[in-house]
């Protein structure tokens, strides 16, 4: 985060016992004491802005698994898992001994593959936040404005860190208090909690933190909490924990601590549902009395009305560096946005797809799956094959008409906002080329496996790329329009109430209808009634279920949603392990290009578990940690 990467002095002393990390001085001439941090104002706002350093890298491919490894998008073939950690799950590598993912280790030892680890020791900051509650009180200049607003922000973090926590490895130890440094083995050595106790106590955190946190931060402020996200991520939790992975799952009869209690419930409670219905609404209808809404900025000047709905879509990630109209909670890292943007923009300098790491230009090899592109619906808002216009054409028919295949004709506007083809459009460089990624041309196959920036699927990403984003071949530079990364926005409760109605009612009522159209309008589609018309009605049961899946996975493309819904509906450990598709890559004639074929990869996809493997030494540690199926 731009705001709080500045803060990179901070000691904390007092915590030797709890953690043998090394920490940093917040007063950089003097020796600085723990008292230091709380003698003024100026002095707690720095470990204040602290306590956020371990929130996780959205967008990330090095930091965290979501991004890559949720069927929607990924990178080229090549890349080792030293730096490309996601694919540590894709290819079954992931284990107790060596976990590519630092969120649960609280150590030094070198033993973890991820050299970035060292921000990502949450529970180390969830003890940091105690440590700033129990001692706030005593800063002798603070306003009551900033002391609460402080107080709030280290509760949603609690929260937030145990939910982070929580989604990577399921049941997790609760840190329900600060424990002090003089604490027995009885109180450090916890074992994983339920859960449905993991869920009451995130959420008791989130509440916390929304009674004390403004609805909404001005421009300085910006990524920092508010009540807004901590109301939407209590939504989240809910909705997690009334899904299939944690609501009645039999699967997990055998997950059991070592005193047999079960830390998944196998009995089924409908009401889950209800109550994650109700927290989407009181968190969406928050977000609308206090300012928030869907980003709706239609350019009049564009005389078609489509072209206007493709390029609404496109400025709700890039038009400008934040949304604060529809963002609860962005992330503002430089380097995250800088690298996805120079590895998704169509490769520029080297056709070859070698190159030096600063002098190549554009990438172009962090792309949408064939199986992500396929499932953008129709303009009538209906998947290809239930669309009367469409159903009885094969999609991967080459068109000479149009140059390109029949599959990317008559799409909705997120399709084209969002995903590029060959012989489409891109924006970059301050203008609009054509694609060109058939077989030996500029933004495709080098004709030969080695060289690692490479498209594998045939497809680019649009999200998040602004057409202001520059490359200077001759000064071998680059101009960012860097973007803050979505963490939760107005959109997400919309569909979470959706979707929580349907598995409580059995239906779409009135309310969840109109949440889909809400964010179907903005999208440019029909509302959901008038598409499914045309189709002969709305479905029910399992075929609606799919479909609300389905709206969901379309308007959180490229987002890391998927990843962490697939597991909740349980359908990765299917859907991961299919071999995905793409283009026949090398085809240099349109005809040789479009034949689909397998997306080429260096191992054979394994699924091992829903969860992160819990390193070896927290368990050699902590004799009370179970760990997770499937290690």
């Known amino acids: 985060m731009k705001l709080i990467n500045k803060y990179i002095t901070l000691l904390l002393l007092g915590m030797a016992a709890l ?122 200049d603070i306003t009551e404005e900033n002391l609460r607003t402080w107080k709030g922000e280290a509760y949603f973090l609690i929260g937030f860190y145990h939910h982070m926590i929580f989604n990577y490895y399921g049941p997790c130890v609760l840190i329900e208090r600060e424990i002090s440094t003089n604490a027995s083995p009885e109180e450090l050595l916890l074992p994983r909690s339920t859960a449905d106790k993991c869920a009451e106590f995130i959420c008791r955190m989130y509440d916390t933190a929304a009674e004390l946190l403004p609805a909404k931060r001005i421009e300085a402020e910006l990524n920092l909490a508010t009540a807004a996200a901590a109301k939407a991520y209590k939504a989240s939790m809910l909705l997690t924990l009334a899904s299939p992975l944690y609501n009645g799952n039999m699967d997990m009869v055998d997950f059991k601590n070592h005193d047999g209690t079960n830390l998944i419930s196998t009995v089924y409670d409908k009401e889950k549902w209800a109550r994650a219905m109700e927290a989407a609404k009181e968190a969406y209808e928050y977000c609308e009395a206090n300012g928030y809404l869907l980003y709706d ?17 496109h400025d709700v990630f890039c038009k400008n560096h934040h949304n604060p109209e529809e963002y609860l909670i962005a992330y503002g890292g430089a380097y995250i946005a800088q690298q996805t943007i120079r590895h998704c923009a169509p490769r520029s300098a080297d056709p070859s797809g070698t190159g030096s790491y600063y002098a190549d230009g554009w990438r172009g090899y962090y792309v949408p799956t064939f199986e992500a592109v396929e499932m953008y619906y129709t303009a009538d808002g209906l998947p290809w094959d239930k669309d009367p216009k469409t159903r009885g054409i094969n999609p991967y028919e080459y068109d000479p008409a149009t140059g390109t295949a029949k599959m990317h004709a008559g799409r909705e506007p997120r399709f084209y906002a969002n995903v590029g083809y060959d012989r489409g459009t891109y924006d970059i460089n301050g203008t609009t080329i054509e694609i060109h990624v058939r077989g030996g041309e500029e933004h495709g196959s080098a004709l030969n496996v080695e060289p690692e920036y490479q498209n594998c699927t045939g497809y680019f990403n649009k999200k998040f ?28 409760l919309y569909l979470a109430y959706a979707e929580a109605s349907f598995e409580y009612n059995g239906s779409l009522d009135g309310t969840a209808l109109e949440c ?26 399992d075929e609606l279920r799919q479909i609300l899946h389905r709206e969901r996975s379309i308007e959180f493309f490229c987002e890391g949603h998927r990843y962490f819904d697939l597991r909740r509906w349980k359908e990765a450990e299917t859907v991961m392990v299919r071999k995905p598709k793409a283009w026949n890559l090398d085809g240099k004639t349109a005809e040789d290009f479009y034949q689909v074929s397998d997306m080429p990869e260096l191992m054979e996809r394994v699924w091992k578990s829903y969860w992160l493997a819990i390193p070896l030494q927290e368990m050699n540690i902590n004799p009370n940690l179970v760990q997770n199926p499937g290690y």
């Open 465 to 492: 790329i602004n057409k202001k984003n520059r490359f200077d071949p001759t000064n071998k530079t680059f101009s960012y329009f860097e973007y803050n990364y979505p963490m939760m926005r107005l959109a997400e």
């Open 516 to 541: 889909l159209d809400k964010v179907r309008s903005r999208a440019g589609l029909p509302n959901f009634e008038a598409s499914w018309k045309l189709a002969g009605g709305i479905p029910a049961g």
């Open 19 to 140: 953690s043998s990390c090394s920490y940093l001085d917040i007063v950089p001439d003097t020796k600085a004491t723990f008292d230091d941090c709380f003698k003024s104002q100026a002095e707690c706002k720095k470990f204040q802005m602290y306590l956020y350093q371990s929130m996780p890298s959205p967008g990330s491919w090095y930091s965290v698994p979501e991004t890559y490894a949720g069927d929607d998008f990924i990178s080229g073939r090549k890349g080792s898992v030293k730096y490309f950690q996601y694919k540590s799950l894709l290819y079954g590598l992931e284990s107790p001994s060596q976990s590519y993912f630092g969120f649960w280790y609280t150590g030094t030892s070198d033993g973890m593959d991820n050299s970035r680890r060292t921000i990502l020791e949450m529970y180390e900051s969830i003890r940091h936040c105690y440590m700033f509650l129990s001692n706030i009180d005593r800063v002798p």
């Open 297 to 313: 900025h239609k350019d009049n000047t564009i005389s078609d009305e489509f072209a206007r709905n493709v390029e609404n879509y």
